[in-house]
């Protein structure tokens, strides 16, 4: 399985000076000490970045290794200048990875110039971005550097390592300011998706320490405000594809006895609609790794909510959805979130003791040797169940590391024989 890049850089030629410093920076950099250990980052550092100039110089296709290397990265900075809005390949890079991932990855940098002339045609489709700006008249280097960081990595390192308490102060932090500042711009499409990307990122850390009806009540702002914005452009992908994941991230909240839904929200409708909307745009874009992990988690959540684990339909299921996460990896799109719906899949399957599968059972392997090095709470979520379904006394141990860190199941526990 191929490594995946922490980020990709983006550049005009002109600016190459400016990619070259970046890319040192970023590579030096690590993460302060209460957010290093445990947050998925190599440590606490942030490598590799691909730079394309100089990653690519002995490759024999230009194209394809940048398609491969922008399908491969966590997050895209574009430098933007003067230069960078009048280059075709820096364009064309932006339009390549939002086809993949979602615009929320984007992060920008200013070093020359002023907004807007300086931001390329595919970023000006998504509204005005945020920006770190390196001009010496604004953030500078120093500054300039520590916000870009602040945006790629700080707010999930929290999560990753453990510390939920402070990933929902990140979280509620982000969503207070986002909504600001898209009540301020109410005409600028990219803020009011900014802000339901925060709302949904505070649901989910809220869902972590058991918080069930304010995971409902952001889940449910997130959709509206996406909903808003498809109702005045139906055809926009990337707004439906987060409309039908934060549907599959609401239902989940189902799976834990206290959830009371909102008015007007059905969960099997929900999910059953989340279902098929997202084999639709599968089809259209197979590659698209935020489409596979929505698919995987809402395969994983309807077996959790599936009554009668014999019946053929349960059985199907569960075997695409193998088969959905071995294609995966095979394509070394798995990130940790990625990871640990593919382990929970996992093991869901093993408890409805479907035939054998020797794939499977490798992927199963190496996920919960990672699991047990890890920090990463859903991750471990899946490694307790794994080790009780199996029988193994250790999974109490590892209820008590999520306990200490105030995680709370949507599930309830198995016991450790499994029942």
């Known amino acids: 399985m191929k490594n995946r890049y922490k980020a990709f850089i ?4 002109s600016d190459e000076t400016w990619a070259r410093w970046l890319h040192r920076k970023l590579e030096r950099y690590r993460l302060p000490r209460s957010v290093r250990h445990g947050a998925q980052v190599g440590g606490g550092e942030l490598r590799p970045i691909f730079r394309d100039r100089d990653e690519l110089a002995s490759s024999g296709n230009l ?3 940048i398609l491969d290397a922008l399908q491969r990265s966590d997050a895209l900075i574009v430098i933007c200048s003067p230069a960078a809005a009048k280059s075709r390949w820096v364009n064309q890079e932006i339009l390549e990875f939002c086809r993949v991932q979602p615009a929320d990855r984007v992060f920008c940098c200013i070093v020359e110039g002023d907004p807007p002339g300086v931001f390329p045609e595919a970023l000006a489709v998504l509204g005005e971005p945020l920006a770190a700006d390196f001009r010496k008249t604004r953030d500078g280097r120093r500054d300039g550097l520590t916000k870009l960081v602040a945006g790629s990595w700080l707010g999930t390192a929290s999560s990753r390592r453990g510390d939920l ?12 300011a986002r909504e600001a500042l898209a ?17 949904a990122n505070e649901a989910s850390a809220h869902a972590m320490l058991g918080r069930i009806a304010e995971a409902e009540t952001q889940y449910a702002l997130a959709q509206k405000t996406v909903q808003d914005l498809l109702d005045s452009d139906p055809g926009n992908q990337q707004w439906r594809r987060f409309l039908l994941s934060s549907t599959v991230d609401r239902t989940e909240l189902a799976l834990h006895p206290s959830y009371s839904p909102l008015a007007g929200f059905d969960v099997s409708t929900g999910l059953r609609k989340a279902i098929e909307g997202l084999i639709q745009l599968r089809e259209a874009e197979p590659m698209d790794r935020r489409v596979a992990l929505a698919l995987l988690k809402a395969y994983r959540i309807r077996l959790a909510l599936e009554r009668d684990h014999d019946r053929p339909e349960a059985a199907a299921l569960a075997s695409g959805a193998r088969e959905l996460a071995a294609a995966q990896y095979e394509r070394g799109s798995v990130d940790p979130l990625m990871e640990s719906e593919i382990y929970q899949l996992l093991v869901l399957s093993q408890v409805r003791q479907l035939p054998g599968n020797p794939r499977r059972d490798k992927l199963a392997t190496d996920v919960r040797d990672r699991a047990r090095r890890s920090d990463f709470p859903r991750l471990l979520d899946a490694l307790a169940r794994d080790l009780a379904f199996s029988g193994n006394a250790d999974a109490e141990a590892i209820r008590a590391r999520l306990s200490s860190m105030g995680y709370q199941p949507l599930q309830p526990w198995p016991s450790t024989d499994g029942k």
């Open 63 to 65: 194209d394809a290794a």
């Open 183 to 199: 009540s301020e711009h109410a005409d600028n499409l990219h803020l009011q998706l900014w802000k339901a990307v925060a709302q």
């Open 165 to 176: 308490a402070a990933a929902l102060d990140y979280q509620a932090q982000s969503r207070v």
């Open 10 to 13: 983006s550049y005009s030629h």
